[in-house]
């Protein structure tokens, strides 16, 4: 069983591959968190599996509330593995995720970071150039089959811990919830209203007034998925975003879903 969530699709690319090797399809938690389903039954001797991005060196809101509310039944202490997708390191990510899981019954096998393009754009121009995302790109693959003889065989294993991993998450994580809020997000005079954004936002935060896209007042995820997958470069952080660059993984460029 593998659940993932995703915004710029660097997270969906690596559960379709692990799934592809598992035989098994990748599971979107914002899709189960749209339509309120938090059951499912684990088969014996499956592993349960959690792919999802590092902000702020820490766990995106989403995910938490996923994992709070996810029910697992007909299983005895499943193989858990999480792969945390980054820019370039994941700090103390692990040790937060294991504290959800066993806040819930749960525990964590292991724990892989997988470096793939940092797309953060809206507080920090953390986009590399194209030759740069080409590179980590094509890196990515073989971090990829090195965790997948973990996870295929259960092995356990131990994330990256110390003392500056916990530095980062420390110092770092607190400010995720304080930059959370959609009221510096809008649409400029290129919307032309197709109402993507809203349709790939997981938190329901976006809405069609008008023929064009406005936030609602509260918090996201901030996976910026609204304004990386605008296909007008419409959609926009108040004074940051304007002339920077945008990022999808190829796994969704091709397509609207």
């Known amino acids: 069983m593998l659940f993932y969530f995703t915004g710029t699709g660097n997270s969906l690319y690596a559960a379709k591959q692990i799934g592809k090797v598992l035989r098994e399809e990748p599971i979107a938690m914002q899709e189960c968190i749209k339509n309120n389903a938090y059951d499912f039954n684990v088969k014996e001797n499956e592993p349960v599996g959690f792919i999802f991005p590092c902000y702020f060196f820490g766990l995106p809101s989403i995910v938490i509330d996923f994992i709070s509310k996810l029910r697992l039944s007909d299983f005895k202490k499943p193989y858990i593995y999480a792969v945390c997708t980054?820019?370039?390191?994941?700090?103390?990510?692990?040790?937060?995720?294991k504290h959800v899981l066993k806040q819930h019954g749960g525990h964590l096998n292991a724990?892989?970071?997988?470096?793939?393009?940092?797309?953060?754009?809206?507080?920090?121009?953390?986009?590399?150039?194209?030759?740069?995302?080409?590179?980590?790109?094509?890196?990515?693959?073989?971090?990829?089959?090195?965790?997948?003889?973990?996870i295929v065989n259960q092995k356990d294993n131990?994330?990256?811990?110390?003392?500056?991993?916990?530095?980062?998450?420390?110092?770092?994580?607190?400010?995720?919830?304080?930059?959370?809020?959609?009221?510096?997000?809008?649409?400029?005079?290129?919307?032309?209203?197709?109402?993507?954004?809203?349709?790939?936002?997981?938190?329901?935060?976006?809405?069609?007034?008008?023929?064009?896209?406005?936030?609602?007042e509260g918090k996201c995820t901030q996976c910026i998925a609204c304004i990386h997958r605008c296909p007008?470069?419409?959609?926009?952080?108040?004074?940051?975003?304007?002339?920077?660059?945008?990022y999808v993984h190829p796994i969704l460029q091709s397509s609207s879903n």
């Open 86 to 97: 980054c820019g370039g390191n994941a700090g103390n990510v692990f040790s937060l995720l």
């Open 111 to 150: 724990g892989f970071e997988m470096v793939m393009p940092d797309n953060y754009i809206i507080q920090f121009n953390l986009l590399p150039d194209k030759t740069k995302i080409e590179q980590l790109l094509k890196e990515a693959n073989p971090q990829l089959e090195n965790y997948l003889k973990y």
């Open 158 to 216: 131990k994330p990256k811990s110390g003392f500056k991993p916990w530095l980062s998450t420390t110092f770092t994580y607190p400010f995720y919830n304080l930059v959370r809020s959609t009221n510096k997000y809008y649409a400029n005079e290129l919307c032309n209203g197709c109402g993507l954004c809203a349709k790939h936002c997981p938190c329901n935060m976006i809405e069609m007034k008008e023929n064009k896209a406005v936030w609602k």
């Open 232 to 246: 007008q470069k419409a959609a926009q952080y108040k004074g940051k975003t304007e002339s920077r660059g945008r």
